[in-house]
């Protein structure tokens, strides 16, 4: 089949809608269950490239959580600790430990749920029964991957009454050299990126320290080729084989330096003491954890005003306060994170608030007139930059 009707457009106003192949050739997926929408598609090719090219750069199987044509996290298949199994909320989920495709998507959901919310799933590898029980549970859109087991497809086919969209992707497939999209009756074309973001782009050193380590690299590689299927501008921050924020598509490049610092500043905190302790009530839903989440740990909310809202609903007794004073000084301890960018960074101020939330090692193209004032910055606080010389706007 080389054509699909879709329910509608980006709104439902816009209708009719449809996908089909150029060249007359099959489309590179099949429908197992559901009905694609447009944006559902976008999202699942997008994000099938960006967990197919981690596969192919770190041998590791590769999960993403996607919304609105953006990744919320990218992650390896990796074992979890007891702590972030709990702050991710999957510390029930029976046989995790022996499934690194359901730890990657673990990781990729529990990064950002506020944003996952709704999310389309991207998996590298086969979807096994264990990952079809975590994203059972939680609030999703779609999924794509190059197969599933028999067991999975049973217990996703029953999600949202029947209507959750499953896609199993062609893994041999390669797009057309040129690709072309129209925006207001004008036809675009351009090269395919098919840029190849490995550790042999990360050999441009230009700060004092030049100590790079493995996990380091590994952790660049995951954020660029994030960032590459991120709207741009974009930055992301990584850790421990997962981005732990994301800043996509704001016009100026300290804000999305901003947006995904406070992510990562989030995850951070999500896996304190203070947060995994929490009297919460049974039966309180995940997406009202978040919720409370989301203001408790917010080092611009106040810590009363955080907790006066319903908490009496949600939890056994008042919780503590969580001190703007405590956030900070369990933030200080973090180091080692790796910050990306798809574009230069045009002043130090980018800098200046990724060392807030733990960053040691960045990653960028270079090119800017202010590279010099950029560089000095780094040395200043022995941290370690490579210039790659590859620009990732995405569009």
């Given amino acids: 089949m080389n054509s699909m009707e879709l329910k509608y457009g980006c709104n439902p106003n816009q209708k009719p809608a449809s996908v089909s192949m150029e060249d007359g050739s099959d ?53 979890m600790s007891d702590r972030l199994k709990k702050a991710c909320f999957v510390d029930d989920i029976q046989g995790l430990d022996d499934s690194l495709i359901a730890t990657a998507y673990a990781r990729a959901r529990g990064t950002d749920r506020m944003s996952s919310f709704g999310d389309f799933i991207a998996l590298s590898d086969v979807c096994d029964e264990t990952c079809a029980r975590l994203i059972k549970r939680e609030v999703s859109d779609g999924i794509i991957a190059p197969g599933y087991t028999q067991e999975a497809l049973d217990i996703l086919e029953k999600k949202k009454s029947g209507r959750y969209l499953v896609l ?55 954020a660029l080729i994030a960032l590459k299927y991120t709207q741009s501008n974009s930055v992301a921050f990584a850790y421990d084989g997962q981005c732990i924020g994301i800043g996509a598509g704001q016009q100026s ?17 999500r896996q304190s003491d203070k947060v995994l302790s929490l009297p919460w009530k049974e039966g309180v ?14 080092l611009e909310e106040t810590p009363e005003a955080a907790i006066e809202i319903d908490w009496e609903e949600k939890f056994t007794e008042k919780p503590e306060p969580f001190t703007i004073a405590e956030k900070r000084a369990l933030l200080a301890k973090e180091e080692n994170v790796v910050l990306a960018s798809d574009a230069f960074f045009p002043f130090s101020d980018n ?17 800017s007139t202010r590279d010099d ?8 606080h022995d941290l370690v930059m490579v210039c790659n010389g590859i620009r990732l706007f995405h569009h």
Wanted: aromatic share 8%; net charge positive.
């Fill in 27 to 79: 489309l590179p997926f099949e429908v197992l269950n559901g009905k694609p929408g447009y944006i559902n598609l976008l999202d699942a090719l997008n994000s099938w490239q960006l967990v197919k090219e981690l596969k192919q750069a770190l041998d590791m199987p590769a999960a993403a959580s996607f919304k609105h044509v953006s990744p919320t996290s990218a992650a390896i298949g990796r074992k």
């Fill in 168 to 222: 199993k992707m062609d893994p041999s497939y390669e797009p057309a050299a040129v690709e072309k999209k129209q925006v207001y009756g004008v036809t675009f074309s351009q090269k395919h990126n098919d840029v190849k973001l490995d550790r042999s782009c990360l050999t441009n050193i230009v700060t004092e320290n030049k100590e790079l380590p493995d996990e380091a690299k590994e952790n660049m590689i995951i």
């Fill in 253 to 269: 490049r300290v804000h999305c330096t901003r947006l995904a610092g406070g992510k990562a500043d989030n995850w951070f905190l």
């Fill in 285 to 298: 839903k995940r997406p009202d954890k978040d919720n409370f989440l989301d203001r408790y740990i917010a």
């Fill in 351 to 367: 800098i200046e608030r990724a060392i807030q939330s733990g960053v040691k090692y960045i990653v960028q193209p270079g090119g």
């Fill in 373 to 380: 004032v950029v560089l000095d910055y780094c040395n200043q």
